[in-house]
């Protein structure tokens, strides 16, 4: 596609339950982002993927979060046992891997509601 | 690690005027400076960046300034149009990284017709 697509777009889940949250970035896009935003926060870094590796992994909030990414392309933010805290908005991002771009395009997001 | 604070939270204009929206940050490492504008219910999208090389960058009727000693930089928006009515997001690299930034907690633009 033309774009970062994130799915879904809306999930409303009931506490400890799991939930899949997933990225389709743009074609050819080797760099990969997830941030977080919270009701009147900022963009808050959660993990980088560069091809299938993450060499950075500081900003996952707890070991209930994790992510993956497979064939350099497609990937899942995992959220297990889910508290209420977690509801936000996942922002999905990739960029092309060059230092002098450093532009984020971003996908719409997964709205996610933990009752 | 980066801190990126971003002034002021809120911010409605009449429309005409011009619009500023600063941002400090706490890295000397830092390099890149983009900002995003987020539309209502919409994705964040970069509006422009600033490199540490210039101290000026414009692009028609926005423009970012960049103040490398006291560490900040200023968005700017002149004859505001209701359309620019949005989040506008600064960020910052952490560590001199070129992928990881840090964003400030944004300021909602309203510019009243």
């Known amino acids: 596609g033309a774009g970062v697509s994130q799915s879904p777009s809306n999930k409303v889940t009931e506490k400890g339950k799991d939930v899949e949250l997933r990225c389709d970035p743009i074609?050819?896009?080797?760099?990969l982002y997830w941030y977080r935003q919270s009701l009147g926060q900022g963009l808050e870094f959660l993990i980088y993927?560069?091809?299938?590796?993450?060499?950075?992994k500081s900003g996952l909030p707890s070991d209930r979060f994790s992510a993956e990414r497979t064939g350099g392309s497609v990937s899942t933010l995992t959220i297990q046992r889910t508290q209420q805290e977690d509801s936000a908005v996942y922002l999905c991002?990739?960029?092309?891997?060059?230092?002098?771009?450093?532009?984020?395009?971003f996908g719409e997001g997964s709205r996610l509601t933990v009752l | 690690g980066e801190n990126v604070e971003q002034h002021p939270s809120t911010l409605s204009v009449q429309e005409g005027d011009s619009a500023v929206i600063k941002c400090t940050y706490s890295d000397s490492a830092s390099n890149y400076f983009p900002w995003y504008k987020q539309e209502l219910g919409k994705r964040p999208q970069l509006i422009i960046d600033i490199r540490s090389n210039v101290g000026e960058k414009k692009d028609q009727r926005i423009a970012v300034t960049l103040n490398k000693t006291a560490k900040h930089f200023s968005l700017h928006i002149t004859e505001t149009q209701p359309e620019d009515s949005a989040v506008y997001f600064c960020?910052?690299?952490?560590?001199?990284?070129?992928?990881?930034?840090?964003f400030g907690k944004g300021t909602l633009l309203t510019v009243n017709p």
């Open positions: 960020a910052a690299p952490q560590g001199g990284s070129n992928y990881k930034l840090t």
């Open positions: 993927f560069q091809g299938n590796s993450a060499p950075d």
């Open positions: 074609s050819g896009h080797t760099a």
């Open positions: 991002a990739s960029s092309v891997r060059d230092p002098n771009t450093g532009e984020l395009f």
